[in-house]
């Protein structure tokens, strides 16, 4: 699954002021509840079949279900099954026989179904049991989770067709234990059982479920049954459905279909979305050794989804963030995304985790993968770009080294582990190991774990012995270390020179209540003209080492190949930066050169900033861009060239609004044009920096602009425009606002609240006021979007009705009572959000 988009908590900038919201990595967390041991659940019965038949009370928003579930005993001989079935009504439970149904005691109390058999059944013995039931998901009163907003298992999207903006759809969520909540199953990631499904819906509606379509069948009475079947066992979470008016664009991958289910609208740029989904199940088929394993791969876009995306087997469900058309494209696609959701079909659908606290095995690989696929797809420098963003939003999310466990048994709900330890942290270890195994054993390993594991569970220690058996080493102390500890390392490191000698001295600095840390590193030293390689080992919290060299090092380049998980903190000068952009060229020593240089803000370091412009890296680029200091005369002649160039023919539409609005920021008139003619784009981001860029060139001219520009490209800058609206606030421009808060979604009122605030700040007329007010409450109540607006707003607010009160102590008349009338009114809204 891929928490990116929902599992991260989204925020306000610090003062609630000029910018919009914004979205932040899941925090990793501290378990309030690490007295209790995880174990994995333990097998009474195990599932081997499951048949469905189900339909739909849109109205009531139920499910409708007859049940045909195969079981037989793990090992002991029992005469009982316990199965989940979350807040369902059970019409009948019956033992399937020859001549006919058997009914069976049964009592279903507190989410669970306890079924007496009709006798003790050994493990050589199936049996089937029938049950009819409803599934009245809305009524089930469930918690979901930062990373997986809610939890009811099956969904059912504008059913009365009362929103004419939004589809009518059905769709299930699985993951953690929650196919339970439309069917009552053994809802464990360690069971694993095949499966067909028929799902009766209006006609005009398409479904998808697992496995492969094997009939269609209409009924009479305007409906029809869809029948689908998975012939290879897969664990319950996996199971999916989704019903709506998709159309499916067809690809193929060996024989086997691949399909685009996509609202009608987004149709035409499915291949543009997921066009290369058949490379990169051919690149990951290869470089794992083990061919595509099912038998066909379908991914759908689904409206309020409640997480990023979920890799149901064979039919990934997308929220409708991937959904874009060919405008939207320019500025940016999922495809990171698609690509962690397809590794997911060998890590964690073909081999799943055994339980929760092994979550690394599903949640880790997939990030990998997502990892190892931009290196394939763009080159090594889009590779160590990916890395580095991962470990930088595990580093971002955590304080003193201290982290929880890769592969952990103690937390207090399993919800907790969708964390950037399991998701980032662990991709990164696993290119780490794979840097230190070498790539032919790793991915040797990695085959032989799947091979081994294939259709069942697997865990860390299996991994472990698959890597043992390929190598012949032992590989206990890395995962003992990386795996079975938490934290990281932070490294303070001391470079000098004398009598000859570079010396470094390294200090582990993390937590004294972190590890103490074992870590091969590479170390390249640039000195006389010539780099020499050193390796050392780094095994106590204080070492000193030392190396011959012909002059004093321009360089120490320390963890070459950046592998390390974890932080370093050294004495590198500003000298040392500008030779490392120039001479030690891997992706992380650029960034961290350029970063260095912006924050040094020297005349030397702009030096290596204009290089920065022609960088490789669109967003070191773009970084260059943002440092560049154009109030120095020499540097701003050399940059406005290349500025210039990069504005008009960029190929990344985030560099080249970077330096449309640099190049707005010189306050020249003769840069007008070009913002006149960036609102010709087809790119939305180039359009609204050049709506931002004329507000700062020609504020008067800026607002009339906008009449040249149709609905949907205003749509989409709607956080320019906002923030246009600001500058002079008239009533007129409420309507704007009220359109986005009455029917926007949860992207669109994020990325214009706080300029909404700022505006009902700056505007002098109460009745304004009042309705903004009531439009943001309602949005935020629409959207269920209190946990995330109404701490930060309820401040706002606060701030706002006292900087209007002293205000009105100021003036008098009618001023001072339109004034005191909008300090009440924020003073209102403050309270109301306090009593959420």
């Known amino acids: 699954m891929d928490k990116k988009i929902i599992a991260c908590g989204i925020m306000l900038a610090s003062a609630f002021m000029a910018k919009p919201l914004f979205a932040q990595e899941l925090p990793v967390e501290k378990s309030n509840n690490l007295n209790i041991y995880r174990v994995t659940a333990t097998k009474v019965n195990d599932l081997i079949h499951t048949k469905l038949d189900v339909s739909f009370d849109y109205a009531k928003r139920y499910l409708f279900g007859k049940e045909w579930v195969t079981l037989k005993p793990h090992f002991y001989a029992t005469d009982s099954l316990t199965l989940d079935a979350q807040g369902m009504d059970i019409k009948t439970v019956a033992l399937v026989g020859v001549k006919g149904n058997t009914p069976l005691k049964y009592v279903y109390n507190n989410n669970k179904l306890y079924i007496t058999l009709n006798k003790k059944y050994t493990n050589t013995e199936k049996y089937t049991v029938y049950i009819a039931y409803t599934a009245k998901p809305?009524?089930?009163?469930?918690?979901?989770?930062?990373?997986?907003?809610?939890?009811?298992?099956?969904?059912?999207?504008?059913?009365?067709?009362?929103d004419k903006n939004k589809p009518t759809q059905i769709w299930t969520q699985g993951e953690t234990e929650s196919s339970s909540?439309?069917?009552?199953?053994?809802?464990?990631?360690?069971?694993?059982?095949?499966?067909?499904?028929?799902?009766?819906?209006?006609?005009?509606?398409?479904?998808?479920?697992?496995?492969?379509?094997?009939?269609?069948?209409?009924?009479?009475?305007?409906?029809?049954?869809?029948t689908w079947k998975m012939e290879l066992p897969h664990s319950p979470y996996l199971f999916m459905m989704a019903v709506g008016e998709f159309k499916i664009t067809k690809d193929t991958y060996k024989g086997k279909e691949v399909s685009y289910y996509l609202e009608p609208k987004y149709a035409p740029y499915a291949k543009q979305i997921f066009g290369k989904t058949p490379d990169m199940i051919q690149?990951?088929?290869?470089?794992?050794?083990?061919?595509?394993?099912?038998?066909?791969?379908?991914?759908?876009?689904?409206?309020?989804?409640?997480?990023?995306?979920?890799?149901?087997?064979?039919?990934?469900?997308?929220?409708?963030?991937?959904?874009?058309?060919?405008?939207?494209?320019l500025d940016e696609n999922e495809e990171g995304t698609i690509a962690h959701e397809l590794f997911h079909q060998w890590f964690g659908d073909y081999v799943t985790a055994e339980s929760w606290s092994n979550l690394t095995m599903n949640e880790s690989f997939a990030t990998f993968g997502e990892v190892i696929w931009h290196g394939h797809d763009a080159g090594k420098d889009a590779e160590d770009k990916s890395r580095y963003e991962k470990l930088q939003s595990y580093l971002g999310s955590t304080k003193k080294g201290e982290s929880p466990v890769l592969a952990r048994f103690y937390y207090n709900d399993k919800e907790d582990m969708f964390d950037n330890v399991s998701y980032a942290k662990g991709s990164i270890i696993l290119y780490a190991l794979k840097n230190q195994m070498g790539d032919a054993a790793f991915y040797k390993s990695l085959n032989r774990y799947l091979t081994t594991n294939a259709f069942k569970n697997g865990e860390t220690h299996q991994l472990r012995l698959a890597m043992e058996d390929v190598t012949g080493k032992d590989w206990s102390p890395y995962f003992n270390q990386w795996y079975y500890n938490g934290g990281h390392p932070i490294l303070s490191i001391d470079y000098g020179y004398e009598n000859g000698k570079a010396t470094i001295k390294v200090k582990q600095t993390q937590d004294s209540s972190v590890q103490t840390f074992t870590l091969p590193v590479k170390i390249d030293i640039y000195a006389g003209g010539q780099k020499i390689r050193k390796e050392v080992l780094i095994n106590s919290r204080e070492q000193n080492f030392s190396f011959e060299v012909s002059a004093k090092p321009d360089l120490i380049d320390?963890?070459?190949?950046?592998?390390?998980v974890g932080e370093t903190n050294d004495n590198k000068t500003a000298e040392n930066y500008y030779f490392q952009y120039k001479n030690a060229p891997s992706y992380a020593n650029r960034i961290e050169a350029l970063q260095f240089i912006m924050q040094s803000k020297a005349k030397s370091g702009q030096l290596v900033l204009l290089e920065g412009l022609k960088d490789q890296?669109?967003?070191?680029?773009?970084?260059?861009?943002?440092?560049?200091?154009?109030?120095?005369?020499?540097?701003?002649?050399?940059?406005?060239?290349?500025?210039?160039?990069?504005?008009?023919?960029?190929k990344n539409t985030e560099a080249r609004s970077a330096a449309i609005l640099k190049l707005a920021e010189t306050g020249d008139q003769a840069y007008k044009n070009l913002m006149l003619e960036s609102l010709k784009d087809r790119s939305y981001r180039v359009i609204a920096a050049g709506v931002d860029g004329l507000a700062k060139l020609a504020p008067q001219e800026s607002i009339a602009t906008l009449a040249s520009l149709d609905e949907d490209t205003k749509a989409h800058i709607a956080a320019s425009i906002a923030t246009l609206y600001i500058n002079e606030p008239k009533d007129e421009y409420q309507a704007f606002y009220d359109n986005i808060m009455l029917t926007?979604?949860?992207?669109?009122?994020?990325?214009?609240?706080?300029q909404y605030f700022q505006y009902l700040r700056a505007n002098n007329n109460p009745v304004v006021t009042e309705k903004g007010i009531m439009n943001i409450a309602g949005a935020i109540e629409r959207l269920k979007l209190q946990s995330y607006l109404n701490k930060q707003l309820s401040g706002a607010y606060t701030a706002a009705a006292q900087a209007k009160t002293q205000q009105a102590a100021a003036v008098s008349g009618e001023a001072k009572t339109k004034l005191s009338k909008q300090a009440e009114l924020f003073k209102k809204g403050a309270a109301d959000l306090g009593k959420e």
């Open 138 to 162: 809305d009524e089930l009163k469930v918690k979901g989770s930062a990373a997986i907003t809610d939890a009811k298992g099956l969904y059912f999207i504008n059913p009365d067709g009362a």
């Open 181 to 226: 909540a439309w069917f009552p199953t053994i809802d464990k990631p360690d069971q694993k059982t095949t499966e067909e499904i028929s799902i009766t819906v209006k006609s005009k509606y398409t479904t998808l479920s697992n496995g492969k379509l094997v009939s269609q069948k209409a009924n009479a009475d305007g409906t029809r049954t869809d």
């Open 283 to 329: 690149f990951y088929s290869n470089l794992l050794g083990v061919d595509y394993p099912w038998n066909k791969y379908a991914q759908v876009v689904a409206r309020d989804y409640v997480s990023g995306a979920m890799e149901n087997t064979t039919a990934t469900l997308h929220g409708e963030q991937v959904q874009k058309t060919d405008r939207e494209l």
């Open 558 to 564: 320390f963890d070459v190949d950046k592998i390390l």
């Open 617 to 650: 890296s669109a967003d070191l680029r773009t970084l260059s861009i943002d440092g560049i200091n154009l109030d120095d005369t020499q540097i701003k002649a050399a940059a406005l060239p290349i500025l210039l160039q990069i504005a008009k023919t960029d």
């Open 744 to 754: 926007g979604d949860k992207n669109e009122v994020f990325a214009v609240v706080g």
